[in-house]
């Protein structure tokens, strides 16, 4: 099928989802939408198709892209409109009072289900459940980078002449975001570290002093230029903890980075630190407080705004495209061709393409019938590797029960994480002991063949994360 600018493009998802994901976060992960014919995204005689066989349910919801584009986390900005099957269901979703979102800004509209079309196969199943406080951890630093995005476009307006040259590069993007908060550039490396503390204490997850101080510490224990001054800080956040008498100042002079560490470790929400200013007045430096709004603001991040908020700026296209680019691998941001699903696609055997997994570069033969999962980082005493054998099996190994420490891994609490997860993984993927190999997740040997493999190992892949099988930095590269 030609991507040209006359063919238009579609993705389904619920109701649900379009609310709680889709317009909280201004992005659309491709992960909350329903699979059409074995993808994601689908063509105009496929959703003519779908309204004719009754494939759209009330629930659901047509959302008609812009462009054609392989992202996994599509910009905001290829929304071009919002589709319901009927009246009711769109008044139903409207009569909501969102108080994130404007509905009056988008483009919704009720389809036409009457349109004829050529009878033809139309297979759709709804994506992999996804749990809400996983997605809201894992998109926790992109979410707060999101916000700190927001916020620096109302204080240094200039800084959208430059944003687009920081897409996909969330390091680089933040330390130039705070750099413009502060005068002492040796201090940056404190303030991102700090940061990120804060997202990572999010504000659903509680904000525990003690732990706050060790995750910071952790951060910079290898950075030998802010070792002693990380440390001086460290000393003085625990004597607070003990309410040890310490003489603050908030005062612009000096030491502003460190100032607002401490004024937003005492006061861990905005409402806190709105307070200090009005109690402190000029003793609370404009700068210090700047920097200790963009530190508070990392803990509820861009999906916590208002929709008043949101318009308070005039660039939200940069943001959503900056925004989007965050939350996508590197491999996505390639040039490559879109996987789209239409009605005219033969789908064929890849013994007949002559199709190998060796083909994909995200994996590196290990042995004969084994692969190694670029960027996958198992922890200590598991495995993970990828075992492939053409019509039989198609299996990832967590557990080499030939390994020196065998199956010592595999009782109590994992035991009971392993089964608690299993109701998430994609459909067709199951936990199984093979006698004298180990515990492996099996997938579905046909899945070898399927274009969105690397989706479906990275939802089992966070899965292992969260139950700490797999390490937190763990992400399948290129």
Same mark, same amino acid.
């Given at each position: ?166 897409? /996909? ?47 910071? /510490? ?9 070792? =002693? ?104 941001? =390639? ?70 420490? /065998? ?20 459909? /067709? ?50």
């Amino acid at each position: 099928m030609e991507n040209n600018a006359e063919t238009l493009f579609y993705v389904m998802l619920s109701k649900r989802y379009l609310s709680r994901y889709v317009l909280t976060y201004e992005l659309l992960p491709l992960e909350c939408c329903h699979y059409v014919n074995g993808g994601k995204i689908f063509d105009s005689a496929t959703m003519n198709a779908m309204l004719a066989q009754n494939k759209v349910s009330d629930k659901n919801v047509i959302i008609e892209l812009n462009a054609n584009s392989n992202d996994t986390f599509q910009s905001y900005t290829n929304i071009k409109s919002i589709g319901f099957t009927s009246k009711e269901s769109l008044e139903s979703f409207t009569d909501i009072s969102f108080e994130n979102y404007d509905l009056s800004a988008l483009n919704l509209y009720v389809v036409d289900t009457t349109l004829e079309s050529e009878p033809v196969t139309i297979e759709t199943a709804e994506p992999v459940t996804i749990d809400k406080i996983n997605f809201s951890q894992k998109a926790a630093l992109n979410d707060a980078i999101t916000v700190a995005i927001h916020k620096t476009l109302i204080t240094h307006p200039q800084f959208g002449d430059e944003i687009q040259k920081y897409k /996909g590069d969330a390091e680089v993007l933040l330390q130039r975001i705070i750099s413009l908060y502060i005068d002492d550039t040796a201090e940056l490396s404190m303030a991102v570290a700090f940061f990120k503390v804060c997202s990572h204490f999010h504000i659903d997850n509680g904000w525990q002093p003690e732990e706050v101080i060790s995750e910071f /510490g952790k951060r910079l224990e290898k950075n030998a230029d802010v070792k =002693e001054t990380v440390e001086v800080w460290v000393d003085t956040a625990r004597k607070l903890i003990k309410n040890e008498d310490i003489h603050l100042s908030y005062s612009d002079d000096q030491n502003i980075v460190l100032r607002a560490m401490t004024l937003v470790f005492l006061n861990p929400e905005q409402k806190n630190i709105d307070s200090m200013k009005l109690h402190h007045g000029e003793d609370l430096g404009t700068k210090v407080y700047a920097l200790a709004d963009l530190f508070v603001s990392a803990r509820t991040g861009y999906s916590y705004l208002s929709a008043e908020q949101r318009k308070q700026i005039n660039s939200r296209e940069k943001l959503h495209d900056v925004s989007a680019s965050l939350y996508n691998p590197a491999s996505d941001l =390639e040039d490559k061709e879109p996987d789209t699903s239409t009605v005219d696609v033969e789908m064929t055997d890849s013994d007949n393409t002559g199709y190998s997994l060796e083909q994909e570069s995200w994996l590196t033969n290990h042995t004969e019938h084994s692969y190694k999962l670029n960027g996958v980082k198992p922890m200590a005493g598991f495995d993970l590797t990828l075992e492939y054998k053409p019509d039989s099996t198609l299996a990832w190994r967590v557990i080499d029960a030939n390994s020196e420490k /065998g199956m010592d891994k595999l009782k109590g609490q994992l035991a009971i994480n392993l089964l608690s997860i299993q109701k998430d993984f994609p459909e /067709g993927a199951r936990i199984e002991i093979i006698k004298d190999k180990g515990l492996y997740i099996m997938f579905p040997v046909d899945w070898a063949g399927c274009a969105d493999l690397k989706d479906k190992i990275n939802s089992a892949l966070d899965l292992l994360i969260s139950i700490k099988i797999a390490q937190k930095s763990s992400r399948l590269e290129k």
